[in-house]
Each structure stands twice: as C-alpha cells, then as structure tokens.
C-alpha cells in the first residue's frame, strides 16, 4: 500500500477545513491545493465529483529529509486526498511516507518517514473522534 485514509461525513469544502486544522496540529501547513475537479471541467470539460490534492508539509521534518538527501524534494510534500464519495461521504486519504520514502536509502531518512507516518496517522485519527 502506498496510501491510508478514513471516510467521513462531510462536503468536499467542509473536508478540507478539516484536515488542514487536524495536519496544523502536527506541525503541517498546506502548501498547495490541486482542485481536480474544477481543472477537468476547465480544461476539458469533464463533470467529476469533488477532488482535491493538498500539498502537506512540515517545515522542520522537511528541513531534515533535505539536508539528508538533498533530492528528496521529487518525493515532497506528503500528499493528502480529498475526494467526495457521494452520499455526503469523503474519503480522505494520506500518502504513506514510509512506503513512498522508501527509494531513499538512508537510515536517517526511513526514521523521519516514520514519525511523519506517526504525525499523519494521529491527523486521520483526529478526523475520525
């Protein structure tokens, strides 16, 4: 697997609060927000369901994994799903930094994937109280 995630009752919109203030609890911000549902109709107007990609990411853990690895930056920021299941349901999903980070052969690069893993998986717990 290379993701993990949970499903909520919410909008699309009402979602994404929702997960940028449990990721803002961790240390992350959001530093881009891809809405893939608005591009498909601009661009080729294709009707989709919500769809949004949120760029999270910790400045701190970043600072390290760069100057651990200075390319790691082709794997950043740890992406978050939002995508509206109909029915009022959202699945949000999570990229598993430990999976994705993998590539990486560094010890100290596996331990920072790791406790980003930790911090992510407390955002989807805090989702779900």
Request: aromatic letters at 4%; proline letters at 4%; glycine letters at 8%.
């Amino acid at each position: 697997m290379y993701g993990f995630g949970t499903t909520i009752k919410a909008t699309v919109d009402e979602a994404v609060e929702k997960v940028t203030n449990a990721l803002k609890e961790e240390g992350f911000g959001i530093l881009t927000e891809i809405n893939v549902q608005a591009v498909m109709k601009a661009k080729i107007d294709v009707d989709m369901a919500g769809y949004r990609i949120l760029g999270a990411c910790n400045p701190h853990l970043a600072r390290q994994a760069i100057e651990a690895e200075p390319d790691i930056g082709l794997l950043l920021p740890c992406n978050v799903l939002v995508r509206d299941e109909g029915n009022g349901d959202v699945f949000i999903g999570f990229m598993d930094p430990e999976a994705v980070l993998t590539l990486v052969d560094r010890p100290e690069v596996k331990d920072l994937a790791k406790m980003v893993k930790e911090k992510l998986n407390r955002v989807r717990d805090a989702l779900n109280a």
